[in-house]
């Protein structure tokens, strides 16, 4: 099994541009979620999904946008990419809370961003 | 809104002792997880904590909860130089789940 698949793995962005985080996963789990890693800070939920349509704020969501049109794609994007989003991001799915199914996030690889 | 603190932050211990890390949070639930990070790495399932007095073992570690307490603690035994690493315990609230801000671990020779 792939599990999840985020892409790219490093950007350099400029501020003021956008781009598309990817992530994919196999699992036919129906929650998906971004979060950002910084120093210190722990991981930090950005947005999440319970669902295909279904799309949620989390503690930062400012500055992100998501969709998730789809069970096994969960994109972020990055409007207009400002120095303060310089972090590593990680995708993570796990199966529905409530469905007696708990083994935790499945983790993606993370992507490395920096905004200069 | 769920708080999830640790201590220590940073733990420097030598090979072959013991040491324990605490995770306390701010609000009642039921489950919680620990999790490892090697430097510049994804984050990796170590333990699954599902009820009041969990406890699970993996070889040199130990995890419990005690979620009258708001409390778990990860237990580790005989520290070698390969448990170096960064543990996170992360407390399921809704669907989601709230991370504390991570325990440093260097095991020194």
């Known amino acids: 099994n792939a599990g999840v698949t985020q892409t790219p793995k490093f950007q350099v962005l400029k501020t003021g541009q956008s781009m598309t985080l990817q992530c994919a996963q196999d699992m036919n789990h129906e929650y998906m979620s971004w979060y950002r890693q910084d120093p210190g800070m722990g991981l930090r939920l950005i947005h999440y999904s319970v669902g295909a349509g279904i799309t949620d704020q989390g503690e930062v969501p400012n500055g992100y946008n998501v969709s998730r049109s789809t069970t096994e794609d969960f994109p972020l994007r990055l409007l207009l990419a400002a120095p303060s989003q310089t972090s590593v991001y990680f995708c993570a799915s796990k199966p529905l809370s409530g469905t007696g199914i708990y083994y935790g996030y499945t983790f993606g690889s993370g992507t490395r961003l920096t905004v200069v | 809104e769920l708080k999830v603190e640790q201590n220590p932050l940073f733990l420097s211990m030598q090979e072959g002792k013991n040491y324990t890390i605490y995770c306390n949070y701010s609000t009642t639930s039921d489950r919680l997880y620990w999790y490892r990070q090697d430097p510049g790495k994804s984050l990796e399932s170590l333990f699954v904590?599902?009820?009041?007095?969990a406890v699970k073992q993996e070889g040199r570690l130990m995890a419990s909860l005690d979620t009258k307490a708001r409390l778990s603690t990860l237990h580790i035994t005989a520290a070698v130089h390969d448990l170096s690493a960064t543990y996170f315990c992360?407390?399921?609230?809704?669907?989601?789940?709230?991370f504390g801000p991570g325990t440093r671990l260097s095991v020194l020779p």
């Open positions: 992360a407390v399921e609230y809704g669907q989601n789940f709230v």
């Open positions: 904590l599902l009820s009041n007095g």
